[in-house]
């Protein structure tokens, strides 16, 4: 079946703005993950989804981003008021299940430039 | 807190030749899973390889192999055959008692021709 997907590829907006990243994962996959990387880093976790279970929202770097998933598959990533430390990219990412064990399939990412 | 670190930021390799990416890890679970991932330009994060810590046995997939040495908390892995498209960022990770990966700050591949 089709892969995880996300949308836009790319975003450019002016500091100040509020943005939506989009992402939807592979159709069963009760698990969805978002990640940022930034420029010459690894990945640094932001937020994770599992079916109806509260979000584990630890990695999300200010109350400036918050996220969401509707009827347990799409997710949207929100950052309001966009800084230009917010640039990296955006990458999500799915599994079958919770468990540590399981792989985690990623998207193409979102690059997101402020300027 | 568990730690992934690759030490070689940047590595080059001949088409055909064989490389080795480094990677140790920090973990303090007994049960827990290594993984190592590409990222070509195109972005999209492409699971290579996956080694169970019980196994002793160390994973292979086709040209693409790990060196695990549970003892020395090291996780390398070979890439046999260089071929143009092997050319990416390379990232390790682990997972051990939760969800969450730890990536390392990864290798960047070049093959040269």
């Known amino acids: 079946g089709a892969g995880v997907s996300q949308s836009p590829s790319n975003k450019v907006t002016e500091k100040g703005k509020d943005v939506e990243l989009r992402c939807d994962p592979i159709?069963?996959?009760?698990?969805l993950y978002w990640y940022r990387q930034s420029l010459g880093q690894g990945l640094e976790f932001l937020i994770y989804?599992?079916?109806?279970?509260?979000?584990?929202k630890s990695g999300l770097p200010s109350d400036r981003f918050s996220a969401e998933r509707t009827g347990g598959s799409v997710s949207t990533l929100t950052i309001q008021r966009t800084q230009q430390e917010d640039s990296a990219v955006y990458l999500c990412?799915?599994?079958?299940?919770?468990?540590?064990?399981?792989?985690?399939?990623f998207g193409p990412g979102t690059r997101l430039t402020v300027l | 807190a568990q730690t992934v670190t690759q030490s070689q930021p940047e590595m080059s390799v001949q088409e055909a030749e064989t490389v080795t990416l480094s990677c140790t890890y920090d973990t303090s679970e007994n049960n827990y899973y290594l993984f190592w991932y590409k990222q070509p330009p195109s972005r999209q994060m492409i699971l290579v390889i996956r080694?169970?810590?019980?196994?002793?046995q160390n994973a292979t997939e086709n040209r693409f192999s790990v060196n695990f040495q549970k003892a020395a908390k090291s996780f390398s892995l070979k890439i046999s055959d260089s071929q143009l498209g092997d050319t990416a960022m390379y990232f390790c990770?682990?997972?051990?008692?939760?969800?969450?990966?730890?990536f390392g700050t990864g290798t960047r591949l070049k093959v040269l021709a």
């Open positions: 989804f599992q079916g109806n279970s509260a979000p584990d």
């Open positions: 159709s069963g996959h009760t698990a």
């Open positions: 990770a682990s997972s051990s008692g939760t969800y969450k990966y730890i």
């Open positions: 080694q169970e810590a019980y196994k002793q």
């Open positions: 990412a799915s599994s079958s299940d919770y468990l540590s064990t399981d792989t985690q399939y």
